[in-house]
T-cell receptor, first 113, second 115 residues
Framework: NAGVTQTPKFQVLKTGQSMTLQCAQD?????MSWYRQDPGMGLRLIHY???????DQGEVPNGYNVSRSTTEDFPLRLLSAAPSQTSVYFC????????????FGQGTRLTVV | AQTVTQSQPEMSVQEAETVTLSCTYD???????LFWYKQPPSRQMILVIR??????QNATENRFSVNFQKAAKSFSLKISDSQLGDTAMYFC????????????FGQGTELSVKP
């Protein structure tokens, strides 16, 4: 099993550009989430989804859009990149509630110049 | 709102010794889950151990164990017989009982194991 696959692993954007971070999982997990990791702040939840067609905002949603048209995919869109969005982004998936382990992708390091 | 605090940004330990990483959290929930995740330099997030709040018994996984104090809202991680491969960033995380997919992380503790 591939688990959770994120692409790309590294990306440099210019301010104002748009891009989509891809996330796919092959474990038939209901729950998928996006986090950003910044030094000294841990990981913070951007958006999450409890199933296809259902998404909700997390702690830091501004500047990001998501959609979930299939169980497998959960892309994160930056509509107009800003230097404040320079970060490492992680996608995670898990099966249901009950404290089940979340599986993480390997992260995308994004730099906005 | 729930918060998770790790007050030790950096720690170091000699190989084969024991180290304890601290984590406190704030919640009004009675049912929840707590986790410790390890992030080595490869950046991969790896689950180390988890604890259900309704269980009084502290979780253990080989050399890793927790001290869960529900009343004090404390959840520390003890690593015994530290190994060089334990060098990593460690994150404490909280999840409400019925909110899969919504982890709340602490700031992280960077652990260095020295030979």
């Amino acid at each position: 099993n591939a688990g959770v696959t994120q692409t790309p692993k590294f990306q440099v954007l210019k301010t104002g550009q748009s891009m989509t971070l891809q996330c796919a999982q092959d474990m038939n997990h209901e729950y998928m989430s996006w986090y950003r990791q910044d030094p000294g702040m841990g990981l913070r939840l951007i958006h999450y989804s409890v199933g296809a067609g259902i998404t909700d905002q997390g702690e830091v949603p501004n500047g990001y859009n998501v959609s979930r048209s299939t169980t497998e995919d959960f892309p994160l869109r930056l509509l107009s990149a800003a230097p404040s969005q320079t970060s490492v982004y992680f996608c995670a998936s898990s099966y249901g509630t009950g404290g089940i382990e979340a599986f993480f992708g390997q992260g995308t390091r994004l730099t906005v110049v | 709102a729930q918060t998770v605090t790790q007050s030790q940004p950096e720690m170091s330990v000699q190989e084969a010794e024991t180290v304890t990483l601290s984590c406190t959290y704030d919640t009004s929930e009675s049912n929840y889950y707590l986790f410790w995740y390890k992030q080595p330099p490869s950046r991969q997030m790896i689950l180390v151990i988890r604890q259900e709040a309704y269980k009084q018994q502290n979780a253990t996984e080989n050399r890793f164990s927790v001290n869960f104090q529900k009343a004090a809202k404390s959840f520390s991680l003890k690593i015994s017989d530290s190994q060089l491969g334990d060098t990593a960033m460690y994150f404490c995380a909280f999840m409400k009982y019925n909110q899969g997919g919504k982890l709340i992380f602490g700031q992280g503790t960077e652990l260095s194991v020295k030979p």
